[in-house]
């Protein structure tokens, strides 16, 4: 029990971490204020699973950074991909699209940001994770326990409403009927942005596409 909360604790501290970097990262690039994630609260899980992945995974191959930093692209381009794939399939909407973009996969996954998730590895086994399991290690076994429990509890009513806002905008483009898929777009995006949530939704992913 200690054992997956700990490593629980770890993939929740990670999916913050990583929602910082995105917040960071897309407000320099859109110069403002951008609040990331798909989820309500301030993680991106996605960070979470690619951080685990490698801690469980690549401590074999700490004695190599370069297979490290390989390992560490590949897995999170697979990771990226089917993010991509399974939340289009549940949505039918395309959340990210990196078409336009140089040495691009089916416009989910780039070099770029492959080559950028490799040297993120190499600082997360190296540098990263070391620190921050020796603080999660001094937290007393029965505190980590209650903390992981309210955690899991607070990001399931998180996942539950998000899914909810996620289908009402699933079905606000459903009753808009028009042969562009870029109208449709356009006006799924105009109505959904009157909802506090949905407009925090719609401006953390701007290019979100409907089909």
Request: aromatic content about 16%.
């Amino acid at each position: 029990m200690q054992e997956f909360c700990f490593y629980y604790l770890l993939f929740v501290l990670y999916a913050m971490m990583g929602w910082i970097m995105e917040i960071i990262v897309c407000s320099i690039s859109e110069n403002k204020l951008v609040d990331r994630g798909f989820l309500i609260g301030p993680y991106c899980p996605i960070y979470g699973v690619g951080a685990i992945t490698i801690i469980f995974l690549l401590q074999p191959f700490l004695y190599d950074p370069l297979l490290v930093f390989l390992f560490s692209s590949f897995f999170c381009a697979i990771i990226e991909y089917n993010t991509s794939y399974i939340m289009e399939k549940l949505f039918n909407a395309r959340w990210w699209d990196y078409s336009e973009q140089l040495l691009n996969l089916n416009g989910r996954i780039t070099l770029k940001n492959t080559i950028a998730f490799g040297l993120l590895g190499l600082l997360l086994l190296f540098f990263i994770n070391p620190f921050i399991s020796d603080l999660v290690n001094k937290i007393p076994d029965s505190n980590l326990v209650i903390i992981t429990i309210i955690i899991m509890i607070a990001m399931a009513i998180d996942a539950i409403t998000t899914f909810i806002i996620v289908y009402k905008l699933k079905s606000t483009w459903k009753q808009i009927k028009k042969d562009s898929t870029e109208e449709i777009t356009r006006k799924v995006k105009a109505i959904l942005k009157t909802h506090p949530f949905t407009k925090r939704l719609i401006n953390a992913f701007p290019n979100i596409h409907f089909k």
